[in-house]
Nanobody
Framework: QVQLVESGGGLVQPGGSLRLSCAYS???????MGWFRQAPGKQREAVAL???????YYLDSVKGRFTISRDTAKNTVYLQMNSLKPEDTAVYYC?????????WGQGTQVTVSS
């Protein structure tokens, strides 16, 4: 059974930090994990991707501010977000690639505002 559960979103002031977590479970091997986001009126975009241990992609606008990591023992992927900006406001989704299929979490809201 596949399950993705995100947590850690919330309201933060500009310049602040948040850490998102995505606890996952799958019956088959899990390869790439990733974080995506979707702001109102915009398309969903990839924020960061990671294989079993190595980050493979960061959106240009988050490079140097966000860090993706993965704990395979805990089946959890994280997104550490620092120096947050109002334009980072979006619903953040966890995505898993397993058994040739993509799976999505339910999303967690991140709002950056003073």
């Amino acid at each position: 059974q596949v399950q993705l559960v995100e947590s850690g979103g919330g309201l933060v002031q500009p310049g602040g930090s948040l850490r998102l977590s995505c606890a996952y479970s799958a019956s088959r091997f899990v390869s790439t994990m990733g974080w995506f986001r979707q702001a109102p009126g915009k398309q969903r975009e990839a924020v960061a991707l990671i294989t079993a241990s190595d980050p493979t992609y960061y959106l240009d606008s988050v490079k140097g501010r966000f860090t993706i990591s993965r704990d395979t023992a805990k089946n959890t992927v994280y997104l550490q977000m620092n120096s947050l900006k109002p334009e980072d406001t979006a619903v953040y989704y966890c995505r898993m690639f397993s058994g040739g299929k993509l799976y999505w979490g339910q999303g967690t809201q991140v709002t950056v505002s003073s």
